[in-house]
């Protein structure tokens, strides 16, 4: 879900849930810490050629998502957050790539 304001401690709540009790006792309304962790997500990227990228997936998050794959994504403007830069890298949204590894694993 997120971090709590006051302490820093990973929160977490059941889907649905509104409210929850930090462990250091702090009230934390969950759709305020869900939007500011969507929002450090969503200004988080990964400069990493289409090979590297690959591999930070496999070992961050154990998707066996191929260069190639990444490639046809890129191509494809499934991650259209991604920008060029020299010498074959880029840069990538960890949200947009996130996203089609989940929806691509799916399939496999």
Known sequence: MGACPACGREATAARGERWRICKCGTLLDTDE?????????????????????SEWLRENYGYEISRKQVRH?????????????????YEFSIREVLSNAMAFSKRE
């Open 33 to 53: 810490i869900r939007e500011e962790a969507r929002r450090r997500v969503e200004a988080t990227h990964l400069t990493r050629t289409p090979a590297g990228l």
């Open 73 to 89: 994504w890129i191509e494809r403007g499934k991650l259209p957050s991604t920008k060029a830069i020299d010498g074959g890298y």
